[in-house]
């Protein structure tokens, strides 16, 4: 079936540079995209989220850019701290809500101090 | 923000038994959940959606009958592992859409904190 995939298993980052996670999808019927961050043990944890309307939409210290022509989801994070490190997880679903979200392989992402 | 939460957090069983796992959304009602599985250094795999007073919808390939699943209440789902084996050790996480997020729509999905469960 489709799913979404990640280019990159692993990002090492030095503290206070930008991160760049990038997701490429391939249900073409997704119009809602969302980025969890998931820590150790833990359940992932909603950061930002975008609908296929719009191709960038920005929170605090978090960018999501979308590219509906290539299928392409990347998130920035601005001035990475070590509090960043985890696992990234890129999203897709149906807008309408109470649909199931199908997850990307994800990203793990370690910020070096 | 919206809270869902899980219990147990851990469990350890032996083999051949059954566990319960209970997700509960603590401050909004959920007609419906979600139930993922995670295996170690992989991604969450959608196994079922749990439905408030109708049976659940199982993902391709998942055992309706060894994976049971009760919506019994607006705020309550469980999902119970029947006579476990060491494969089912996994990483058990439940998710509700909040229907007082996004516009009313349901869309956002608060994941509840996981359970790991290990089978021996």
């Known amino acids: 079936g489709e799913s979404v995939g990640l280019h990159l298993p692993t990002l090492s980052v030095q503290e206070g540079d930008n991160s760049i996670i990038n997701c490429a999808y391939s249900n073409s019927a997704s119009d809602y995209f969302i980025w969890y961050k998931q820590e150790s043990g833990k359940g992932p944890q909603f950061i930002i989220d975008?609908?296929?309307?719009?191709d960038k939409r920005q929170g605090q210290r978090v960018t999501v850019l979308l590219n509906k022509t290539v299928k392409h989801l990347s998130l920035q994070i601005a001035a990475t701290q070590p509090g960043d490190s985890a696992v990234y997880f890129c999203?897709?679903?149906?807008?309408?809500?109470?649909?199931?979200?199908?997850f990307g392989t994800g990203t793990k992402l370690q910020v070096i101090p | 923000g919206a809270v869902v939460s899980q219990h147990p957090s851990w469990v350890i069983c032996k083999s051949g038994t059954s566990v319960k796992i209970e997700c509960r959304s603590l401050d909004f009602q959920a007609t419906t959940m979600f139930w993922y599985r995670q295996f170690p250094k992989q991604s969450l795999m959608l196994m079922a959606t749990s439905n408030e007073g109708s049976k659940a919808t199982y993902e391709q390939g998942v055992e309706k009958d060894k994976f049971l699943i009760n919506h019994a209440s607006l705020t309550l789902s469980t999902l119970t592992v029947t006579s476990a084996h060491p494969e089912d050790s996994s990483f058990y996480i439940c998710?509700?859409?909040?229907?007082?997020?996004?516009?009313?729509?349901?869309?956002?999905?608060?994941f509840g904190p996981g359970t790991r469960l290990l089978v021996l």
């Open positions: 975008i609908r296929s309307n719009m």
């Open positions: 998710s509700a859409p909040n229907p007082t997020t996004s516009g009313g729509a349901g869309e956002t999905q608060y």
């Open positions: 999203a897709e679903t149906l807008s309408g809500g109470y649909q199931k979200v199908t």
